[in-house]
């Protein structure tokens, strides 16, 4: 994983919650195409990066009612990202909910996610 690699908690600690979690939905993003391709090895880089990100964000401390979704969405990314699932389905579902978690991240919904 080379991108995000030299990014550390004091520098993603200046990025508010919303750009945090449209940075995490861009990584999201890429993965979702790649697991549309079938590219297996694109999907785990970016599934790696998306949980660098991920522990990021819970390391700077955002609220506890935040924290507890993202812990969960966490959760959710490491089980497709140990599974064999590739149903970009499953993957779109993630994505959603991801950007349900602040409101202006779920204004990029429509834009980013086709059912």
């Known amino acids: ?3 995000h690699a030299d990014l550390d908690a004091e520098r993603w600690r ?3 919650i919303d750009q945090q979690i449209l940075t995490i939905a861009n990584e999201m993003n890429r993965a979702c195409r790649a697991v549309e391709r ?3 090895d694109a999907t785990r880089r970016g599934y790696e990066r998306i949980l660098r990100l991920l522990d990021l964000t819970v390391e700077v401390g955002p609220r506890p009612a935040l924290l507890r979704e993202l812990l969960r969405w966490r959760d959710l990314i490491a089980d497709l990202y140990g599974s064999s699932r590739t149903e970009a389905r499953l993957y ?3 994505f959603r909910a991801l ?3 602040r409101p202006n991240a779920a204004k990029q919904i429509p834009l980013l996610l086709r059912d």
């Open 99 to 101: 950007l349900q978690l």
């Open 92 to 94: 779109r579902t993630a």
């Open 14 to 16: 200046a990025f508010d």
């Open 1 to 3: 994983m080379t991108q």
């Open 38 to 40: 079938g590219d297996v």
